[in-house]
């Protein structure tokens, strides 16, 4: 009989709270920058110059995660509070295979494997 019960309250309890997958992203999310080509760590809402080196920026696609500012380590996939109450920071990851964009005016092509790309100029 205890074990009923506690199956019973077991479900009652999983069918009260929150669906915890569709609080989480199953993909990576997205954005688009404007970054320097020398220095990703230059990300900008806006086209602009790079503060470094004065290159022009290019529009890339980054990987968007977040982070404390007195903990860089912290790098979660949804936003939350850090553990001083403060809103967590958007944080911009570039990878060699995240940047999709056509870089010399032609369309970009993606081969079926997902990974292989070229540009066709």
């Not at 669906?19 to 220095?39: F, K, L, Y």
């Not at 470094?52 to 380590?73: K, N, Q, S």
Request: charge should be neutral.
């Amino acid at each position: 009989m205890k074990r009923v019960a506690f199956v019973i309250a077991l479900l009652a309890t999983l069918n009260g709270s929150p669906d915890i997958r569709a609080q989480q992203p199953t993909e990576p999310q997205t954005e688009s920058v404007w970054s320097c080509p020398v220095h990703a760590v230059v990300n900008e809402q806006n086209p602009g110059k790079c503060p470094i080196c004065r290159r022009d920026l290019v529009l890339v696609t980054a990987i968007v995660t977040w982070t404390c500012a007195d903990h860089p380590e912290i790098d979660r996939p949804v936003r939350g509070k850090c553990a001083d109450g403060s809103p967590m920071e958007k944080r911009y990851t570039q990878s060699t295979h995240a940047n999709h964009n056509p870089r010399h005016g032609g369309l970009f092509f993606m081969a079926p494997d997902l990974w292989h790309h070229l540009e066709g100029a």
